[in-house]
């Protein structure tokens, strides 16, 4: 989301997006020592006293690190976060078991799931907290609670990751789930009362997959740790913990952020390489020759496979760092910007297109740029002759923040997103610099394509008007070469007769008005919770 006082290359600030009174106060009243005004920000008062900078040396992926705050002010403010007292609201919201509340409890080193089917009743689950001594866990609360999904949101933008939690709620001298490591980054904000955490060296350093490890295997605790409300503790995938409410604390609350599941070298490889070696393929003949005949058949490759293989894979290297054809993680990206939490906005029409249609004169940029990703992707109209591509700006606007990270693949429902003309893709970058420009300035050789860009982009809200209109500007488009009868003439398939009508909420205003003329197609048809 774009932020206030940045510098004019790279804010493109609206008054209604952030509403000041927003930044400094949760809704409820509580004060918030987060610190809202841009992505980084919000990780660095989420992190404080320590830097950013310090952080991502010392601590990212490498080790632990605790904060013992003290604070009464963020002791406030976490636990007006989540509490216990809030399952009784939610639990008249209809919630239900296993999609979002497991009930468990850790007996003789093993996970008991005390499970449940159906609606939560809220008395059933407080007769099991009390009398079971079962921990509850809820599943990605930001689905309820504002504050969350506007830290969420935030953090999403900081690591270009999705960003999941979980609430964790044990009642005295209980422990919910045996000594397991996760395959994300986590950061563990104690909400309320205590938390005994015993962290352990790891196993597999940086797994990627969650485990379950018996208590025979972990050795004696490397961290031997209490967490009060307010405390915050950081700790990479694959560290094995465990932790219990101690005696004495009535229960503990807490919430585990988590984030970069599966956003490792790995898995960006796996993204990039099979559309890399499809491409290839168009160019080097040897990647086309068959292979030796039943080479399937045998039940061991015949010796030479692997040899033949590997160069291969050292030509693809060498062409690879050549640097002449692109890498496209498309998947990752997808999956991304269709998967996050939308803009944390209160109103639903901050989204719709702002104010008056661009014109050439008019100085623009896009609006929700953290928002905004752009992919290069085979056309679907590709041929075997020729591997024609094409530009997709995907972004998450009308995403649904109530299913987020719920396990649907949003992507299937919708592939949000404009498609242009791979000669788009210089002027689409110019954009998501956070420049500030002219239509006129944009860089495509047509000045009906720049009109059509803008208008494609305002329609889907994406793009503001920065000043009033520069009646200069327009005049040098429409006196310059090629540029017969101006944006509006007579002759231009693109003049508007009706500004879109914005639709219901999470609903594309569509550019009608811009018919077939108009290179970029909307693809999505947006998420409907
Ligand atoms: O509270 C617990 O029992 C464990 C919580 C946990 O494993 C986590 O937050 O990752
Ligand atoms: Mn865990």
Redesign the pocket.
Same mark, same amino acid.
């Given at each position: 989301m774009p932020k206030k006082g940045k510098s004019a290359a790279v804010a493109c600030e609206e008054e209604d997006e952030a509403p000041l009174k927003q930044r400094k106060m949760v809704r409820n009243g509580v004060p918030s020592p987060l610190n809202f005004d841009s992505p980084t920000s919000l990780f660095q008062s989420l992190i404080a006293p320590v830097g950013v900078q310090e952080f991502f040396q010392e601590y990212w992926e490498k080790k632990p690190l605790l904060l013992q705050r003290s604070d009464s002010t963020m002791a406030t403010y976490y636990r007006s976060l989540f509490q216990l007292s809030d399952l009784k609201g939610l639990c008249s919201q209809g919630i239900k078991y296993d999609r979002d509340i497991i009930l468990c409890r850790?007996v003789n080193g093993k996970k008991k799931v005390i499970s449940k089917q159906g609606l939560v009743n809220h008395s059933q689950l407080k007769k099991d907290f009390d009398q079971k001594r079962a921990?509850i866990q809820f599943h990605q609360p930001q689905r309820f609670k504002d504050e969350l999904w506007r830290i969420q949101e935030q953090l999403e933008c900081f690591f270009g990751a999705l960003v999941g939690s979980?609430v964790?709620i044990?009642p005295q001298e209980s %422990?919910?789930?045996p000594p +397991?490591y996760?395959d994300v980054e986590?950061f563990?904000l104690q909400l309320e009362g205590e938390?005994h955490w015993r962290l352990y060296q790891p196993t597999v350093p940086l797994a990627c997959e969650y485990s379950l490890e018996p208590e025979e295997r972990i050795g004696s605790p490397t961290h031997d740790i209490t967490l009060k409300a307010g405390d915050l503790l950081y700790f990479p995938r694959g560290i094995i +913990? %465990?932790?219990?409410t101690p005696t004495g604390v009535d229960h503990s609350t +807490?919430l585990?952020l988590s984030t970069y599941q599966k956003t490792s070298w790995g898995d960006f490889l796996l993204d990039v390489f099979p559309s890399f070696l499809f491409d290839s393929m168009k160019s080097d003949i040897t990647l086309r020759e068959g292979l030796p005949r039943k080479l399937l058949m045998d039940a061991s490759l015949p010796p030479g496979t692997a040899k033949q293989l590997s160069s291969f894979m050292r030509a693809l290297a060498d062409r690879m760092e050549q640097g002449q054809q692109e890498l496209r993680p498309t998947g990752m990206k997808r999956d991304f910007v269709s998967n996050r939490l939308p803009p944390y906005l209160q109103d639903d029409s901050a989204i719709m297109p702002a104010g008056k249609m661009p014109t050439f004169g008019d100085t623009v940029c896009l609006r929700f740029v953290d928002h905004i990703l752009v992919t290069v992707e085979p056309s679907e109209e590709r041929t075997d002759e020729a591997l024609e591509l094409v530009v997709f700006l995907l972004h998450s606007l009308r995403n649904s923040r109530e299913t987020h990270m719920m396990g649907n693949d949003a992507e299937e429902e919708s592939s949000q997103g404009l498609r242009f003309p791979l000669s788009h893709l210089s002027a689409l970058k110019q954009l998501q610099s956070g420049e500030r420009l002219l239509v006129a300035n944009l860089q495509l050789d047509l000045d009906s394509d720049k009109l059509n860009l803008a208008l494609s982009l305002w329609s889907e809200g994406l793009l503001s008007m920065v000043n009033t209109h520069d009646p200069s500007a327009a005049l040098a488009v429409f006196q310059s070469p090629g540029s017969v009868t101006g944006p509006w003439g007579p002759s231009c398939p693109l003049r508007p007769q009706l500004p879109p009508q914005p639709g219901p909420s999470h609903q594309l205003a569509q550019p009608q008005f811009l018919d077939a003329a108009l290179y970029a197609t909307s693809t999505s048809q947006y998420c409907e919770a």
């Open positions: 850790c921990t979980n964790y044990t %422990q919910g789930l +397991h996760d986590v563990i938390k +913990h %465990q932790a219990d +807490h585990t």
